[in-house]
């Protein structure tokens, strides 16, 4: 039930990204990060699922290509401070990374999907946060 529900919520926040990306117009900085990072959003599902000992891998391998497309869509917004030349650098490699944990779940490694999760969190996090979020 627990997975069916998630699934559904899941489901309608690719559906929202799909509808956003399909518009032709980037989302906005603060609708991805709230359906990446907020709690509810991929980035946390992603990870619990990881943790896992029953990782249901086509889950999070569904996930983690809508995740990876909305952190490609990330850089084609303007940074409300900093230089567009770090944002850039920074946008692109947290797309990279996303892009990493999409191939590793579509091979099942749990090692490899760890990794790119854990590039994506934290320090990527705080490093854009400090250079580019208006407090």
């Known amino acids: 039930m627990r997975r ?7 489901a309608a ?13 980037a989302p906005t900085i603060k609708d991805i990060m709230s359906r990446l990072n907020k709690p509810g959003g991929l ?3 992603i990870s619990k699922e990881l943790k896992a000992d029953d990782t249901d891998w086509d ?7 809508t995740f990876a497309k909305l ?7 303007t940074p409300p401070k900093g230089s567009p030349e770090s944002w850039a ?17 579509a091979k ?8 790119a999760r854990s590039r ?16």
């Open 89 to 105: 650098k920074l946008t692109k490699e947290y797309a990279d990374n996303a892009r990493l944990l999409e191939q590793a779940a």
């Open 13 to 25: 926040v690719a559906l929202l990204a799909g509808a956003a990306l399909a518009g032709g117009k």
């Open 71 to 77: 952190a490609a869509e990330l850089g084609k917004n």
């Open 59 to 65: 889950e999070v391998h569904d996930q983690s290509k």
């Open 4 to 10: 069916t529900t998630r699934g559904l919520l899941l």
């Open 120 to 135: 994506l969190g934290n320090d990527a996090c705080k490093t854009c946060h400090k250079e580019h979020m208006k407090k």
């Open 108 to 115: 099942r490694d749990r090692t490899a999907a760890n990794a």
């Open 43 to 45: 980035y946390p599902s």
